[in-house]
């Protein structure tokens, strides 16, 4: 690896990655991305566990969701940077609870209850009331399917997690919670996007500023839910893809 910088005019220095016998050219692309992504060196510097932290950040700032007292569930948590900034908005004069949910194996986060289940186990819902001592004020999800490099294929898996999630919020949600949950371009599909409206006061598209220009990821934001849940939730989507949580950066 090395770096440079041009002309002297204190620009961030670039770090060019050679490509290495065994490492794919999309590999190496990946690779020299990561090094030179600001929001991945502050997010090592603050010590958060993802560059997606900045996104839940940006989300909150402009919508104001989160906040003390606040009980919160993370969706497909691993490696923990959303559960983290979770943690830290929902302290106060009056403390919040913060559960992460994952299937894969993560590591403790001060301030969080971690629970290593898969969210579509049938006993999810009932564990994470427990362990929030009630209903959930907030359900966030920036969960994402392996990519397959196939646009439709990949925005189909992005909406039935969407989907699945939204089934999981609308048992845990408390009359007036939140849903955050990770979409693709072209939004949230007609019939799921009217189902957010019918169960919800407000509903928002947003694509924070630290998203990368070049991919395909935005979010729905549904605020005020109203309690219950409508005939379209009635049966869990039987299609949810698996590789739910693994694709946060």
Request: include cysteine; proline fraction near 6%.
């Amino acid at each position: 690896m090395t770096g440079r910088r041009k002309g002297g005019t204190g620009r961030q220095l670039t770090t060019r990655v050679r490509t290495a016998r065994g490492r794919s050219a999309s590999s190496t692309r990946w690779l020299q991305r990561q090094l030179n992504d600001p929001y991945v060196a502050e997010a090592a510097r603050q010590g958060l566990r993802s560059r997606a932290a900045f996104k839940l950040i940006e989300l909150d700032d402009r919508f104001h969701f989160l906040g003390p007292g606040k009980r919160v569930v993370d969706l497909g948590a691993a490696p923990g940077g959303w559960t983290q900034i979770a943690v830290a908005r929902v302290q106060g004069k009056k403390e919040g609870r913060v559960v992460a949910i994952d299937r894969l194996a993560m590591d403790p986060i001060a301030g969080a209850i971690v629970l290593e289940l898969d969210f579509l186990d049938p006993s999810a819902p009932e564990r994470i009331r427990e362990a929030l001592d009630g209903p959930a004020d907030i359900v966030l999800s920036d969960m994402a399917a392996q990519a397959s490099g196939h646009a439709p294929t990949d925005h189909l898996r992005i909406m039935a997690l969407c989907e699945a999630a939204l089934d999981f919020a609308e048992e845990v949600l408390t009359p007036g919670g939140t849903f955050l949950a990770k979409v693709l371009q072209g939004g949230t599909e007609k019939e799921l996007l009217q189902r957010m409206k019918a169960r919800f006061r407000t509903v928002k598209h947003a694509k924070p500023p630290s998203s990368r220009a070049a991919s395909a990821e935005s979010y729905v934001i549904a605020m005020g839910f109203k309690g219950g849940r409508g005939d379209a939730a009635t049966e869990p989507p039987q299609d949810a893809p698996e590789g739910h949580g693994e694709e946060r950066s």
